[in-house]
């Protein structure tokens, strides 16, 4: 069975710092794009960062560009979003997802919940005093 399994979500202060994992589950990441949304109440999904599993090319919301990296770990087939300076407003449960290897010139669109066919169950981030 394909699964996605996230874990590494909680609550934290304005400031601190969280780190949320993707393992896959039934399958490789390889020749697979991964990608984090996260979703507010009362707001839509957005995409957060994404990472070809092949070459490492990444991308991030520009909200959250110099605080927040994607990494992978190929021995233990996991993907890492690595949140420092968290804020109020990063609020929100987050997903991690996958597809096919988006291409480089069109990489942009790893931004976009459309196309990735698997999904995690998500995880909560409560960034609050």
């Known amino acids: 069975q394909l699964q996605l399994v996230e874990s590494g979500g909680g609550l934290v202060q304005p400031g601190g710092s969280l780190r949320l994992s993707c393992a896959a589950s039934?399958?490789?990441?390889?020749?697979?794009?991964i990608g984090w949304f996260r979703q507010a109440p009362g707001k839509e999904r957005e995409g957060v960062s994404c990472?070809?599993?092949?070459?490492?090319?990444?991308n991030y919301a520009d909200s959250v560009k110099g605080r927040f990296t994607i990494s992978r770990d190929i021995s233990k087939n996991t993907v890492y979003l690595q949140m420092n300076s968290l804020k109020p407003e990063d609020t929100g449960v987050y997903s991690c997802?996958?597809?096919?290897?988006?291409?480089?010139?069109?990489?942009?669109?790893?931004?976009?919940?459309?196309?990735?066919?698997?999904w995690g169950q998500g995880t909560q981030v409560t960034v609050s005093t």
């Open positions: 997802a996958t597809r096919a290897t988006i291409p480089a010139g069109l990489f942009r669109l790893c931004a976009r919940p459309e196309g990735f066919d698997s």
């Open positions: 039934g399958f490789t990441f390889n020749y697979r794009t």
């Open positions: 990472v070809n599993w092949r070459g490492g090319r990444t």
